[in-house]
């Protein structure tokens, strides 16, 4: 809606620089305008970014981790040593299906019991610079662990700062709509025009407003069945204030096999978004929405202990 509007008044800049302090208001329309996409643009990348990261060096760990129980396990069993090779008996299973905490304890561990026999290893391709590599990879990502939680906070901050950019780009289009009427019977298809680019476009009948995945955070495997619920905020919309009660409607949408979602019946504004699955945290988070933009969140879920 703000963008097909901005379109309308550049177009037809010979009518509306006439009007008075137009041109102030018009640079504060565009320049909210420019916040809402950048925030958003920022808002997306910090999310996936974050999960990405640490996705990939829960991938490390297992693989180093895994590796050098595998090969202290050969090792206690041509040994016929029975203490080590109950000391090492982690599958890749294991870490593969351990929670974050559950594969920093099990790789802590193997590394500890592959450094008590770290002097008859060699052989099995075990040595310090396998260790010293699998020490960094269990450093980096009990480091990343909390990341979700300290990216959440950025998210806030980028949301709100979406919010105060929506409130200022509707402040200035409000005092447009004012410098409008003024024309209204000397320039009327102008004037029909405005108020046709300023109707809220019905974004349910064709473009995609958002997408993402849910995983959950142990695994980092999808999560089929997770309700997402996506409430908008009040007034988070200058179009939305006229018309309160479909502000407070909640929609909602369901995970599909892999974790996967795709949404086209939002409207412009910031949603607050609740996704939800038995056995699991309840995780709440904040999404602009901008016409034309497609938005991406992706959501990780931890098990009830």
């Known amino acids: 809606m703000y963008l097909t509007t901005d379109e309308f008044l550049t177009a037809n800049d010979s009518i509306t620089t006439t009007l008075p302090r137009y041109q102030e208001f018009h640079v504060s329309f565009q320049n909210g305008i ?17 999960a990405s990261n640490k996705n ?7 693989k180093l981790g895994a590796d050098a129980s595998r090969k202290t396990q050969t090792y206690a069993k041509i040994e016929n040593n029975q203490i080590l090779l109950s000391e090492s008996k982690f599958s890749e299973s294991d870490f593969k299906n351990a929670s974050d905490s559950e594969l920093e ?70 005092n447009i709509d ?7 019977i000397s320039q009327p298809e102008f004037y029909s025009g405005y108020k046709s680019a300023r109707k809220l476009i019905d974004t349910g009948a064709g473009s995609l407003q958002a997408k993402g995945f849910v995983t959950d955070a142990g695994t980092g495997k999808g999560l089929k069945g997770v309700t997402l619920s996506f409430a908008q905020n009040s007034n988070s919309n200058g179009l939305m204030k006229a018309t309160a009660s479909s502000s407070a409607e909640v929609v909602e949408k369901k995970t599909a096999n892999k974790g996967g979602f795709n949404i086209k019946s939002l409207a412009e504004g910031t949603y607050t978004v609740t996704a939800r699955k038995n056995g699991y945290a309840d995780v ?11 938005t991406e969140l992706n959501v990780e879920l931890v098990k009830n202990i």
């Open 34 to 50: 420019i916040q809402i996409r950048s925030s958003n643009e920022q808002q997306s990348i910090d999310k996936s970014g974050i």
């Open 105 to 174: 304890t099990f790789a802590q561990s193997t590394y500890d019991t592959v450094q008590a026999h770290i002097g008859d290893l060699g052989s099995y391709d075990i040595t310090e610079d396998t260790q010293t590599a699998l020490l960094k990879a269990i450093t980096d990502f009990r480091t990343a662990i909390p990341t979700p939680r300290n990216g959440a906070i950025g998210t806030k901050l980028s949301t709100e700062q979406i919010a105060k950019a929506f409130a200022t780009t509707d402040e200035a289009l409000d």
């Open 56 to 62: 990939q060096l829960r991938k490390l760990l297992v």
């Open 178 to 184: 004012a410098l409008v009427e003024i024309v209204r």
């Open 284 to 294: 709440v988070t904040t999404i602009a929405i901008t016409n034309g933009e497609l």
